[in-house]
């Protein structure tokens, strides 16, 4: 049995929107009145983030202080992922025409994803993306869930996946992060890193990944080729 693991945010959702309303939200909130700032377009601002350029730097280059960027660099984390954010993520271009190719492909399909429940289900029903993927094929924290670090965190998830889940000849993970790299490493198992979401080339390069394309079509397109030339 082929088996691909996929990451959701990323590879199946563009999160990019909700990331900059954010900011826009979190630096007009923390500014002073009459206070200078620079908003950042929508690209700068997202390049920044795929860059890894951390939030109270993001902030300073936007014209607030330290001690502003201190309480800018709270706040967002306070609001990203609150419900009210969610709605101004979309689906990544491809990703539906890629998850109905794993589908019509047979091939056994595992989201594995740092969203809480309540998070994933608001998506699944947003985006009519449920169909795709059977709860015993969905890995993501609790509710009441205390993060640490998602390089911890997701590992965590993929030793109760591959303990749960029936046994696979060939299985693939695909991601746009460290953590995702790290997971399927760690347990041998094969990771395709995607540039679509929140890490750019030279981030997702030092965890050496299998191979990096541009998006979940590439991987999956990837995948079903290497294991149809496995059969022939």
């Known amino acids: 049995m082929l088996r691909i693991i996929t990451d959701f945010d990323g590879p199946i959702i563009d999160v990019s929107e909700r990331y900059y309303r954010v900011y826009q939200f979190c630096l007009e909130k923390i500014r002073r009145p009459n206070q200078e700032v620079r908003e950042l377009a929508k690209a700068e601002f997202w ?30 984390r306070q609001t990203v992922h609150t419900e009210a954010y969610f709605e101004y993520d979309t689906l990544a271009p491809g990703a539906v025409e890629a998850l109905l190719k794993i589908q019509q492909a047979g091939v056994d399909l595992v989201v594995m994803t740092m969203r809480r429940v309540r998070e994933l289900d608001y998506a699944f029903k947003k985006h009519d993306l449920g169909k795709f ?42 991601g746009d992060t460290e953590a995702d790299i790290i997971s399927a490493t760690k347990h041998g198992i094969k990771v395709i ?36 030339q496995q059969t022939a």
Do not use: H
């Open 47 to 76: 390049q920044l983030k795929r860059s890894r350029i951390p939030e109270k730097q993001i902030a300073v280059i936007s014209g607030l202080d330290e001690e502003q960027a201190q309480e800018f660099s709270q706040l967002r």
């Open 133 to 174: 993927f059977p709860e015993n094929r969905c890995y993501c924290l609790s509710n009441d869930y205390v993060k640490t670090r998602d390089i911890d965190d997701k590992p965590l998830l993929m030793a109760r996946a591959i303990q749960e889940l029936p046994p696979a000849s060939d299985i693939w993970m695909v």
């Open 193 to 228: 890193a995607v540039e679509c979401g929140i890490r750019d080339r030279a981030q997702l390069e030092p965890y050496q990944p299998d191979l990096i394309v541009s998006d979940l079509s590439s991987a999956v397109d990837l995948v079903l080729e290497t294991a149809l």
